[in-house]
């Protein structure tokens, strides 16, 4: 062991001739501590909040959407499906048709943004239908039979666990979806209605979703809206979901060149880009602030530092008449400075990474998901924090320790020892 880290070592191990030093050393290793345990936490939150907002939002919705900006939808669309179906990077396709609707049963209701799809097609593209938890999408297939589907007492209907609650509805149980697109009659525009039966009840931990959400056949989509063979938008699934800018732009081109202009796409980026820069920005100023705790434990380090001098006034004028130098006797004290960091930045690291990994496998904090759109706080700890925020930690005890270091170095030994 070098000279000037030993030293370091034996003061911070030796018996105080003043307790209130030592008490500050350790105040000032658990201010450390504190620091980076509370900086490591608030990170893994920050970064599980994102990684869940950005699966489930991936996972429920499409990659890239294409929609018709002129006229009401997209007709004839089985040979453009196919077609877009062979575009570079795309993996799957599914039509879907929307439309916002009424759904009641009894005197309770709730508005509900009802999409048509093709339940085969629509499975490969979102996972939204894996998430049903009670019943099945099976009753969504097509019925090779229109004239049948057609005089169905109650058409299938799977809708989301927070608007069943809301209706008080249960598998197989019936309800009346209301389309605000109406027929014209003598007395005016009248809603059309129909009545459903829940085959399926689907909780995918979007509060957005599982309150508002529903999925039907295509056709009977259709039929509620008066949009024969009509669908709204084309969803894809890509093979690298960061390249949906790209695939969306060609989709768009070949849509182009196969039916003209008047085609436009979207991607999960631009959806939810106000989303994405919001929690970024939330984590920058989270660190900043947390970093405050780190500066405050640093100042602890300069007074136990300061104090530590003044104790040792005797000692390292005995040292430096006997030999050591100026640049030893700093060395001495930056080195006890970074040993004080390093125990409570070592300590902070357990201690946040303990808390962050039992928080992300047993998930004991539980949040409203009807405000923070998921049901429990999430933790994803990453080891490039670990090396960011000891790295800040240390600079900051590095700092503190300038001041003291520099006065130990300043001592002269005549001085300190004439009266001794």
């Known amino acids: 062991m070098r000279f000037e880290l030993f030293v370091a070592a034996r003061y911070l191990r030796a018996r105080r001739r003043q307790a209130v030093v030592g008490l500050v ?4 290793v658990a201010g450390v501590a504190a620091g980076v345990a509370s ?28 929609m018709r900006t002129a006229g009401d939808g997209i007709r004839d669309w089985r040979p453009l499906m196919a077609s877009l179906a062979r575009v570079p990077h795309v993996v799957a396709v599914a039509p ?11 005197p309770r209701s709730g508005g509900a943004l009802i999409k048509g799809i093709l339940p085969s097609d629509e499975s490969r593209v979102g996972n939204l239908l894996q998430t049903i938890h009670d019943g099945s999408a099976a009753d969504l297939a097509p019925v090779a039979d229109a004239g049948a589907a057609e ?22 149980d019936t309800v009346l979806v209301t389309s605000p697109q109406g027929e014209l009659t003598p007395l005016g525009l009248a809603p059309r209605y129909q009545r ?19 999925f039907m056949r295509l056709s009977d989509a259709q039929r509620l809206f008066s949009e024969p063979d009509l669908i709204s938008v084309l969803s894809f699934k890509i093979d690298d979901l960061y390249r ?23 991607n999960w980026i631009e959806q939810n880009r106000e ?14 602030v947390l970093a405050l705790i780190v500066v405050v434990a640093a100042l602890n380090i300069l007074i136990a530092l300061t104090m530590m001098v003044m104790e040792k006034t005797r000692d390292i004028a005995v040292m430096m008449s006997f030999g050591v130098t100026t640049e030893q006797v700093r060395k ?29 496998h047993y998930r004991f904090i539980h949040l409203d998901a009807s405000v923070y759109s998921i049901d429990y706080l999430p933790f994803a700890p990453r080891l490039v924090d670990a090396v960011v925020v000891a790295a800040v930690s240390l600079s900051m005890s590095l700092l503190a320790t300038l001041y003291p270091s520099s006065s130990a170095a300043g001592v002269l030994p005549a001085e300190a020892l004439r009266y001794e």
């Open 25 to 28: 050393t350790v105040i000032s």
């Open 151 to 172: 005089n169905e007492l109650a058409a299938p209907i799977v809708i989301g666990d927070e608007l069943a609650e809301t209706l008080g509805a249960s598998v197989d």
């Open 96 to 106: 879907g048709l929307y439309g916002q609707v009424l759904i009641s049963r009894g």
């Open 196 to 214: 459903f039966r829940v085959v399926g009840i689907f909780s995918s931990g979007f509060y957005q979703y599982d309150s508002g959400y529903a």
């Open 275 to 288: 989303l994405f820069r919001d929690m970024k920005l939330e984590q920058d100023v989270t660190f900043i």
């Open 244 to 266: 949906a800018v790209q695939v969306g732009d060609a989709i768009e081109k070949a849509a182009e060149k196969d039916r003209g202009p008047g085609f436009q796409t979207t």
């Open 39 to 66: 900086l490591i936490i608030a990170l893994a939150i920050t970064n599980g909040m994102r990684r869940d907002l950005q699966q489930r939002l991936v996972g429920s919705t499409a990659h890239v959407q294409l």
């Open 332 to 360: 001495i004290f930056l080195l006890q400075g970074l040993l004080i960091s390093a125990m409570g930045t070592l300590l902070g690291l357990g201690m946040g990474y303990g808390i962050s990994v039992l928080g992300s």
